[in-house]
């Protein structure tokens, strides 16, 4: 199993920037797709998920209206478009993937799979 991040970068404050996380060795319609962060010093902590088949989506408050996750299964890839970005968005990203047995879930614990982290720097 293999998922990898990628997109991340360098960006001024209020901009954007899509990441995407494409997964191998996983039936995409049994997992769910998460997006975390670790900023410097700070624990890891989700940013948004989606669920593996009728696309349910939950995120977490400071990122809700300028963040959006997708998938598309056919591809085995999620993305994370963010915009209005915030020098507080700084950090590592990381998609994981977490084996679920009810389409429309999607949460952020017990993770089973997860890919290398993509850096976002925001500038203020």
């Known amino acids: 199993v293999q998922l990898q991040a990628s997109g991340g970068g360098f960006v001024q404050s209020g901009g954007s920037l899509k990441l995407s996380c494409a997964f191998s060795?996983?039936?995409?319609?049994?997992?769910?797709i998460g997006w975390f962060r670790q900023a410097p010093g700070k624990e890891r902590e989700g940013v948004s998920c989606?669920?593996?088949?009728?696309?349910?989506?939950k995120y977490r408050d400071s990122v809700k209206g300028r963040f959006t996750i997708s998938r598309d299964n056919a591809k085995s890839t999620a993305y994370l478009q963010m915009n209005s970005l915030k020098p507080e968005d700084t950090a590592v990203y990381y998609c994981?993937?977490?084996?679920?047995?009810?389409?429309?879930?999607?949460?952020?614990?017990?993770?089973?799979?997860w890919g290398k982290g993509t850096l976002i720097t925001v500038s203020s």
């Open positions: 989606i669920s593996s088949t009728d696309g349910k989506t």
């Open positions: 060795g996983i039936t995409p319609e049994f997992y769910a």
């Open positions: 994981a993937a977490d084996l679920v047995y009810n389409g429309s879930y999607c949460g952020f614990v017990g993770m089973e799979f």
